[in-house]
């Protein structure tokens, strides 16, 4: 039995690196790079095959970048669904790092093909597509996890694990921005995944609502638990001209009455990869931000703020401590997250290949679900927008 | 000639103190005090005559607290402007700092005595109110400042002065918030300031909105040069149950086209003075905060930020130099700003006395106009907010 | 009785503002200007005798800018200390804002005259001056403040509340620093302030260490309690070629045992005012840093750090709630310290005259026995350093 | 030939992933996971042998979990060097990560076998047995790499390449400090590294100034280019009672005059990792800080502050961006730093075992030289210790 589970230990233990295949990542993106990243990190897995590239030249020589034997790099992904799932030593599972539009294609070729799925976000263009892929999910018991990194991070568990223990009190408020620069300017025609996140065709119906919006609003959920029902979306082109949104202000009514804000940019100069959070209730405020995500701002009204830190003997729950990479002070950052992510799927996949029923709560994968939830989240910020900024339903059950 | 307007000084001297009496302001209050430092830190004011609370035993009490002669402590501020008014050392300017719902009658009946306003916002309840004031203040000739304290910081002046000189390049998206906390929990039924603020009749059409609401209204029109022309407001309850609001979302639209938000609260624990603006334009973004007041962040794009601080040689200019009290890295706050506000008060009021024209644009007090403005954006708030959060106008042209 | 003692209020009321002369201040000094602050800021004072200047032009053209009367306007302090002194209304106190070299004599004659001393650091240039300036204050009864201003920010009382309470246990090492870069370049030689400080008869026997070292050196005395009991200073010219040192790189020994650094220096590009106390004891440490004055950092070992800010209900100790002078989150700075400073030696100049006693540990006024030990301080490092960076003895007892 | 170096690339690039060997790293040690997390994110390594303890069990254990093939796992370090310098698909290079004093005779036993270095800091107990180790390092031809991760952020490169152009003036003056607090209370005697590092038979003749002091030592002369030639050292013990110190404060003399204090703690409470250089020219300041790692910030004299983050278009170097892993804002840690370390070395022993010579300037890794260096500071500093805090050359030439 290749998982074993410890009552000691604070995750399982795999006997063997897991087998990892990717559908897009190759030359001239970013978004396969971070993959690689966190299943190397994670030292739970071993690349071995992929269809890295639309393009067969660019598939054929990423391949050979990343050291793929030549039988498994692969320039139809269709192709390496069906050749993979034929090997006794296929891979486990497949990480779909395409632009969203193929998406649903590829996850349900592989899924047909039995293997377990991790997809990027949104993981399809519809709501309708993605709540397909989600039946499937639960019909096939493969494990389909959705790459949000961010909730990798130990305070954002943290976080989470303070709001539901009521360290808050009840959820009045909250504020959530995720802000970049990128797109002020003039588009770099270089920058491949500036073209296609401003085609319609391919990004689906909303540009950065879809790309960090998802990102956002995945985070709050999250961390609150709450809902959101209803919506108000505005989308602007705030940086250099182009056909989609670069920028969204987002209203929220969360399903217990509170409101909320979102802000979503990609032309504010000065802001990076600026995901804040802020989350106020009855008792106290939290507050966490991705560019120092080390930090978990808790602000007990009427008394000091405490800065949580990772690693801290008292007030740092389990689920935190549970994605602890290094000591504390000696720094974690995004490539640790992406190593986390890629960890917990080791863990589930190998689990569901063994059988084997996980301790409950072990693990917070964002699935299928979660996933349709974001796509549902991107139709609800259009839907709103093109009627002129009205409220929206938003929310999806399941 | 009392005022003398010198080429080489940053400012023009007064030849004495103005005289300088108060409504409002006696035991219990709060804003009083912030006037009477400011008045005390500017050197340019005594503070001689009192109406300092319509109580009137505390308005005896009070005045003695702040040592005025018994012939100038009043119990009825009609007495205290006629009586004033007669006087050859008669009060220069009264401060106004009552509950906003008598700040009207209260500045009729001292611009009716010929005697100069500084008047804490908003100035009236209604805009047609407000409007009549700054009428009164263009018919008379006389001063009336708006309390605005904020806006008297170098490092607001030298956000302006950036603005206005293109640094941004055109302004394309606001964010502006004031959060605190301290009506999260019940309130103190010791604080007056808590009790008034929770009564229309006294407070006006919208609380938070109306008493922090301006304040960020204000800035951020300060600093853009740019008109609110419509806004969308949802107003809610988010701390212990009162009869207003506590929190409020509102979107804004510009004169340019740009959008923006607005956040006010005083129910989200761990905030306290929380006056936070970010500009971003085409070229740079720009970031102040009120607790980190001498600290200007600049982010031109695809460029180290720059952290500018009053007193450094370049970059920081005349109209924020003029506001400097301290060396830099000597720390300069609240009351410096107020001592700054009361400064340019003085000037303005000995230089109308004189009959002197200073120089073009060497002060930019905020006047009945502003004060309008900033009751129009209250009223198109609460419009808004009782329509159910549709676009309503909010700026006053003049 | 001028005092009245209250039990309710935090600090006792006068009945009447106290007079206040000066002795240097004038036009083109820095010192003048922090003194008048305090004393206007405060609402204790009025100013209305000087000496402003030891140049007999500026002396009158800088009383008549303060607009003092023009027979209180003085060319000669000795002359100034016999006629206030004779003079039913004459002045409560002299503040002595004069280059370091004349403050003996200064402080005798009003001394001599019976008047009330409040002196600028370092009170002397040499530590026999001072222990005869301390020996006259005891036998005289007359109250000597020395101006340390940053022990009246409330964090400051609030560090030294904690030290004193045990929040930290024993303290076991420090590391103390005043780093700023005025003197990186060369001197511009319209600033008074920095030819006099680079001139070993005006200046004493050290520049920064004891223009800005004496301040660190108080200030963790403040804090800690713990006396200084050795030193080992090495001083330098990092800066552009000056007479004097504008570093100094010194090691201390505390009477308990436990080593500290300090560092002091005026050519560090980039430090403005950049004086920082760090405290670690086995329980915890602490950290303040002036050009952020409002919060305290604290560290319980293996707990979350608190920032404790001003007007918190919990852990903010009376004698730190003494200093508060605006609600929190509304910026205080150094304007305040100097406020406080100056309100609280009125109430211990108040209280001399009256005959009051006041409660136990009310005022922790820097006084002449303080004084004596900054110049103490400095003739140690002084012999330090031209010893070749040898221990030496620093403490004085009493 | 299984190195290319591409005009176009940043860096030359790997035909295959080199093997890596390890001697330390078995369970209970933190160091060995370091280097393999670096070996593991690098994606040049791949880890094959092992000696993972000097507990035959744990090394054997170890082994297993890292899922080296059984013949591959030793319990003898010798046998390991000897085994696999015998197959053709022996180790490239070997990890040493063992306490202090058994490093040199690894060392040793791997240079004879023809196998390339990395091993951990200080790499002796003695200077003497550093100087062979680097007299052994050129004889042989071999690299020999120290792993001072710190000096891999970006932000330090650029903070050298800025020093290096001159963007500081000459440097005048220096601090630098490394502040922990894991051994402010008792030792956990689970904690089998806070047990070594108290025995000087194992940890050397320093304890926290051999373990964390070499990091800062090799930091400041990695950025600044200055030889230390002197320094002045006291030890402490300021935490719970040790035969060893865990607090060192020293004073330094650079080869051009320049002072700077190093502060170096193990018992400072809230101190987590606290690496800070700071460094001062005539026309500039730089502060960095590990905690804060993306960060560096530059302060040239009277202009503002700006913070230098990697990935900026404008001023960042050749140097910083090769060692970007991430797009801005997209945080970068200890294990990015870790990354580019060994990513450099297997560069570095690529080129070796090829013979190629690499562009001048293109790998700037710490050898064995620059180990000695760091032995060679241990012992000045225990020498000047012991001796009382008298100066003592630390410098060795080479």
Known sequence: MPLQVSDAASY???????RLGFVGGGRGGLVGDWHATGARLSDCWEIVAGALSSNPENAVQSGRDWRLAEERIFTDYREMAEKEAARGDGIDAVAICTPNHTHYDIACAFMDAGIDIICDKPITLTS???LDLATRQRASGLVFGVTHPYVYHPMVRQARAMVRRGDL???RQVQVEYAQDWRTGPPDPAFKGAVWRSDPKKVGRASTAGD???HAYHLLHFVTGLPVTELRADFH????PKDMEDTAFINLKFENGAPGAMWLTQAAPGNYCGLRLRIYGEKAGLEWEQETAEILRFNPLDQPQQIIVRGHGSGVEPEAERMLRQPRGHGEALSDAWANLYRELAIAIAARRDG????DDLLAIPDAMDGARGVKFIEAAADSHEAGGVWTKCWLDG
């Open 237 to 240: 082109v705030c940086g250099a």
């Open 169 to 171: 009190g009840p959820v």
């Open 356 to 359: 084997l029923a996980l301790p």
């Open 12 to 18: 399982p233990r795999l006997d063997r690196r897991l």
């Open 128 to 130: 309708e597509e993605a």
């Open 212 to 214: 960090i919006g998802t």
